[in-house]
């Protein structure tokens, strides 16, 4: 079975300083890994992907992932937060054998300082 | 582009009633699914479809219909609700196995 931790369910950050977003998979195979982000009252959009390849991923909004295998984790990156990235941010990944199906981690709450 | 369309935004039922909740895609795609969220607990996969006439169940189904007469919609029928089915219901749809997901903007059902 496949399944998604995010150990942070709250981070808060200074406007201008760097983010790093946990997330840890387990899934047996090669897992296709995703990072989306929710603005409140709206639904999830997709920030970036790993499907194979180059480990190091670019997203939209200046955000990047860095799939490590060894470690069974996909974190989310950003050099210098925004006041409009504060939102929620999930984790999901995807294996190979069971139809598509998504599993979610339970999401991190970003709130960024002024 | 409308992406994935989900109606009503807003519902409240009283416990037994039964109600249907909209969802329509004009992406072509075969991949559609439904997800409740709860606070703290992420998204939940409800029922999911890989194509028309093909659906099946996901994490959490139990109180929840679902049917794909059509590639663009995917309606999700509570039978008969429960205050335990409160919650932010999502719908989105993806264009193959394993492509990222395109999310409906959600409805919020209240059941008292």
């Known amino acids: 079975a496949q399944s998604v931790t995010q150990p942070d369910i709250h981070i808060t950050v200074s406007e201008g300083a760097s983010l790093e977003l946990r997330c840890n998979y387990s899934y047996g195979a090669t897992p296709y890994l995703f990072w989306y982000v929710q603005s409140p009252g709206q639904g999830l959009q997709l920030l970036l992907k790993?499907?194979?390849?180059?480990?190091l991923v670019q997203g939209i909004k200046g955000f990047e992932a860095e799939f490590k295998r060894s470690q069974s984790s996909f974190n989310l990156r950003k050099p210098s937060v925004h006041w409009s990235d504060a939102a929620e941010y999930f984790c999901a990944v995807v294996g190979d054998t069971n139809a598509g199906k998504s599993t979610f981690g339970d999401g991190t709450t970003l709130t960024v300082k002024p | 582009n409308a992406g994935v369309t989900q109606t009503p935004k807003f519902q409240v039922l009283k416990t037994g009633q039964s109600m249907t909740l909209q969802c329509a895609q004009d992406m072509n795609h075969e991949y559609m699914s439904w997800y409740r969220q709860d606070p703290g607990m992420g998204l939940r996969l409800i029922h999911y479809?890989?194509?028309?006439?093909?659906?099946d169940q996901g994490e959490v189904p139990n109180g929840y219909n679902v049917s794909r007469s059509t590639t663009e919609d995917f309606p999700l029928r509570l039978l008969s609700a429960a205050p335990s089915q409160t919650s932010v219901y999502f719908c989105?749809?993806?264009?193959?196995?394993?492509?990222?997901?395109?999310f409906g903007n959600g409805t919020r059902l209240t059941v008292t």
């Open positions: 989105a749809s993806g264009g193959v196995v394993r492509s990222p997901l395109h």
């Open positions: 790993y499907f194979s390849g180059d480990t």
């Open positions: 479809s890989v194509g028309a006439g093909i659906t």
